[in-house]
């Protein structure tokens, strides 16, 4: 009864600017929000990419009880989606209430259906719905980060462990950068290689914009040659390394290894206490790279609500159709590709 009572109190209306500081307040409490639940990915989307936004927020007497961050993509190649949420790992209703989840999740649902989308897709951690669609293609891998940085060190298995000192051997040098310029030469230099569309130099650059001193990019350079890098983020006591890439010349000093090294090393310096290593597709080489690292791999639930749509999408570069799509790109000039390349992965999500 306490349940249908409080279902009936709690609305959903559409977040507003004013909403923001409040929004990313419950954010940063409710334990299952993530990076991917803040409000600034409703600016960060709808300026790099152009698409429309649907953040939905619950509320009981003012106070708010869930969140949802919806984005619409509208596009004749790839389909008409809503998901919560594109170009990120973690989504769907985050809430403090079974009445706010529930009430988020059927906003959605009329949402989706007044859109008339092909589908409604929600990334979670956990499971939500069982009795959607679903894709077993993502796992991500989430480790405990020891307080004692050499334990840390120690805790990789060791051929792993073999290749950090290697670069440490080499003499790789980390560094913060305040902007993206580095960053990108490496990002899209290692996107190019293996045939993935890039994303535009302004998406990075309002990524850094928005969330300021929780997005940071730590680079590697080898006699102040700039061989890898990449952008994390930060989110409670947590870091995400979330995009990366290097140079050729990466893999001859174990420069990947030695940078997410130091993200680590960083990491447990500022007192954080789980390392996010992200998202992989089940069977890639980012895939089995993770699990070397000894982290265990842990199901995503992608779960997708039919509207329009007969299946479940399939657009990713596993899928066979791409692979001369994918061997053309690799052959394309760096340069032309990275003009290219994001007027195509904005609508991938």
Known sequence: MNARVNQQLCSVRPMQDSDAAAWDAFVQTCPEATFFHRAGWREVITRAFGHRTHFLLAEADGVIQGVLPLAEINSRLFGHSLAALPFCVYGGPAASTEAARYALDQAAQKLAAELRVDHLEYRNLQPFHSDWAGKDLYVTFRKAIDPEVERNLNAIPRKQRAMVRKGIKAGLVSSVDSD??????????????????????????????????????????????????????????????????????????????????????????????????????????????????????????????????????????????????????????????????????????
């Open 180 to 349: 993206t310029a580095r960053f990108f030469h490496a990002y899209s230099s290692s996107v190019h290689r293996l045939g993935t569309p890039v994303f535009s130099r302004k998406y990075f650059r309002l990524l850094k914009e928005v969330f300021g001193a929780d997005c940071e990019i730590l680079t590697i350079t080898l006699d102040e040659r700039v061989i890898s890098s990449v952008m994390n983020f930060y989110f409670r006591d947590e870091v995400l390394p979330y995009y990366g890439g290097g140079t050729p010349e990466a893999r001859a000093v174990a420069a990947n290894d030695f940078m997410y090294w130091e993200v680590m090393r960083r990491a447990c310096e500022k007192g954080c206490r789980l390392f996010d290593f992200g998202r992989s597709k089940v069977g890639t080489g980012s895939h089995d790279f993770k699990k070397n690292w000894g982290f265990e791999p842990q199901p995503l639930h992608y779960e997708y609500h039919l509207v329009r749509a007969q299946q479940v999408p399939d657009h990713n570069p596993l899928n066979p159709k791409y692979r001369l799509f994918i061997k053309a790109w690799q052959r394309m000039p760096l340069a032309l590709a990275n003009v290219i390349g994001p007027h195509i992965v904005k609508n991938l999500g």
